[in-house]
């Protein structure tokens, strides 16, 4: 059985989605759709897809359309899911599912109203580094948990430092072509992200925090509270850029505690084959760490994955680092969670929950205090 896939949306992350479905038997991109019809011509080229759209109520209409990914500004997410699940479709929705939790709420409940199945994607927890951290981590082989620590930088691609030749992304390798190297036209950088009425407000706490939140649920599980320190900086367009930033949070019904730093900086290099973004991860056990030191890019030149326990020092390097594979590996799980009729990672429910932990942060900043996750609803 092969599924056949709608993609709304053909923006520059589309392209890591669609490497997902390359000589993959189980499903197919079987249409695109983009308000711009050269974005979407070009993409149903690249993909190989027979039908193009500029409406996605028309793709919606089709019914040969098994299941859909919606790929486009966080604004559309929710009224094109529910769209899409009452049109009898699948739905795999990009990250953060929506702008606010009466929009989750509306999501569920189409998909429970409709008996489709629902996921948010969302690639962090799909990297080989962190899924074999998770699995370290689930076999006790650090002990029990106690702490997480998260550190975020967005850099630059050339240091902003002109007394050196810049230094451009490093070169791709098979099986994954450079992301951005394929330039579709009519697609421009992400600037709507900053754009309060398209991203939602909040470009570090809301776009890029809902990875590292829903990661930390991932590894460690339910967030209680969250209290947060948010620097605002006025950038163009009297838009906003919530970095530096710092947040600690508390889980639920244990003394387990994390925390998460991000800096923005266009003079640091970031060697990436990607986005001048990059991630790392430390995790504390009763018997040792754990330590992920790359995810997006590659920053810091250390193994992939470390673990110390009992005195010894444990390289993990001979998995795929690539940043890419994340996408496809989700994209997998979502396919195979559709054929064995299971929920995949992470279900409306668990979308819902980190949205609220992100909001909860926002509002920890501006009031000066702890928030817990609760107080944050529809």
Known sequence: MTLKIGIIGGGR?????????????????????????????????????????????????DPAIDAVEIITPHHLHADMTVAALEAGKHVSVQKPMALTVAECDAMIAA???????????????????????????????IGEPISIRMKAIQGSLDGNDKSEPP????????????ALSHQ????????WKFDPKKG?????????????????MHLF????????????????????????AMMIWKYRNSERYGNWDVVSSDEILVPTKYW??????????????????????????????????????????????????SFVR???DWIAALMEGRQASQSGAEGKRVTQFCRAAQLSAREHREVSLDEIDS
């Not at 499903?27 to 193009?52: F, G, L, P, T």
């Not at 209290?227 to 950038?235: K, M, S, V, Y």
């Not at 760490?289 to 010894?312: E, H, I, K, Q, Y």
Request: proline letters at 6%; one cysteine or more; glycine letters at 8%.
């Open 167 to 178: 230094v451009r992304r490093i070169d791709a390798r098979p099986p994954y072509p450079l």
């Open 276 to 325: 001048p973004e990059d991630e790392w991860v430390e995790i504390s056990g009763t018997k040792g760490f754990l330590w992920a030191n790359r995810c997006t890019s590659m920053l810091l030149d250390r193994p992939p994955l470390v673990m110390v326990r009992d005195g010894v020092t444990t390289d993990f390097s001979n998995f795929d680092t690539d940043f890419a594979s």
């Open 221 to 244: 599980g339910d967030v209680e509270k969250v209290f947060a320190w948010i620097t605002e900086q006025n950038i163009l367009h009297d838009w906003v850029l919530d970095s530096p």
């Open 13 to 61: 992350i589309t392209g890591l989605h669609g490497l997902a479905y390359r000589d993959y038997p189980h499903a197919e991109i079987y249409a695109v759709c983009d308000v711009n019809e050269e974005i979407a011509k070009s993409r149903a080229v690249e993909w190989d897809a027979d039908h193009v759209f500029t409406d996605y109520h028309e793709m919606l209409a």
């Open 111 to 141: 998909a429970d109203r409709t008996g489709k199945n629902l996921r948010v994607f969302e690639n962090f927890q799909y990297y080989p580094p962190l899924a074999k951290a998770k699995e370290l981590l689930d076999a006790g082989a």
């Open 184 to 191: 579709v036209p009519g697609v421009s950088p992400d600037n």
């Open 330 to 332: 989700g994209t997998h």
């Open 200 to 216: 939602g407000g909040g470009r570090m706490a809301l776009d890029y925090g809902y990875h590292v939140f829903s990661l930390a």
